[in-house]
């Protein structure tokens, strides 16, 4: 049987739109359904489309669910947190541009409940019995932590997706098992090599804060892009390097002029998500991704393609 996994990284809400745009072009050009992906990995916004597409399945026990927000992320109030700062210092060679950034931002004032709320009633104190997978960075050391993955701090859905998109400075550190978690998107925009040494066949990278390097447009964010897609790279490489094929979307040309700088932003989103849909069927039907679109539609084997 194909073992697939799907990344879907942060974006907030221009991103949600990116990510329904490439899961309506998969089922559309290869009747994948994603929803049935063996693991879902979900970064911010996509750590809340990852959650929502389990909603199918089944549901296993986990923990109490942390209050909202957290008592010790509300008595962290205003004050930048330079601890990450002291950890990036003792192995520099770790250091990443989004830790950095993130210690010298205050603590945001935005709670998360109000987005992951249905979660909540949805899921209560459970976990998705299917793998799923919820990426966050803990604010006293700028690491990343795996919500769901082996020896991470136990939690429900709902907490696990407030914290992975409690973005630095805007909304409020999300606690769990007494540590304040922000943003996953701090480490990577998507981290996908998290499913390094999963054994998958093919691993689909849904990306919308990246850049396409072959439509590049001129942006104000395109250096930050730039930045963001040598990250993804790096991954779809360690997970090349294990055997795994990845198909990585991320947006160009029009799509990207949509996204546009404010990730917040609901103005465009229908746009964004036709855009997303237009270019991901082109892209599945580029000659080198054949193997993979039919390993989508299981119809060959990881050896055929």
Do not use: K, Q
């Not at 929502?52 to 909202?68: C, D, Q, V, Y």
């Not at 922000?182 to 480490?187: A, K, P």
């Not at 942006?219 to 795994?244: F, K, N, P, S």
């Amino acid at each position: 049987m194909t073992r697939i996994g799907l990344v879907l990284g942060a974006g907030g809400v221009t991103g949600e739109a990116f990510h329904r745009g490439v899961l309506s072009a998969l089922a559309e050009a290869t009747g994948f359904d994603p929803a049935t992906a063996e693991v879902l990995v979900g970064t911010s916004a996509g750590s809340l489309v990852a959650a929502t597409l389990r909603l199918g399945g089944g549901a296993a026990a986990a923990g109490a669910p942390a209050p909202p927000d957290g008592a010790l992320a509300a008595a962290l109030g205003r004050r930048p947190d330079l601890r990450p700062l002291l950890a990036v210092a003792r192995r520099p060679w770790t250091a990443r541009a989004g830790v950095v950034a993130t210690a010298l931002v205050p603590a945001g004032t935005r709670p998360t409940e109000t987005f992951v709320a249905p979660l909540r009633r949805r899921w209560g104190t459970s976990w998705p019995a299917r793998e799923l997978l919820v990426c966050a960075v803990r604010r006293r050391d700028g690491r990343r932590v795996v919500f769901g993955a082996p020896g991470a701090p136990v939690t429900d859905v709902a907490t696990a997706v407030a914290a992975s998109c409690a973005i630095p400075g805007y909304f409020r550190p999300v606690t769990v098992d007494g540590s304040a978690y922000v943003d996953g998107g701090v480490h990577s925009p998507t981290n996908a090599d998290v499913l390094a040494g999963h054994g998958l066949d093919l691993v689909v990278i849904s990306s919308p804060m990246s850049v396409e390097r072959t439509a590049l447009r001129a942006t104000l964010d395109l250096t930050a892009r730039l930045l963001w897609h040598r990250y993804v790279t790096a991954e779809r490489r360690a997970l090349e390097r294990r055997g795994t094929l990845v198909l990585a979307i991320e947006p160009g040309g029009a799509a990207l002029r949509a996204l546009g700088v404010n990730t917040l932003s609901a103005a465009n989103v229908d746009v964004i998500e036709e855009l997303a849909h237009t270019a991901t069927v082109a892209l599945l039907a580029r000659p080198e991704n054949a193997g993979r679109a039919a390993l989508l539609g299981g119809r060959a084997t990881s050896a055929s393609a």
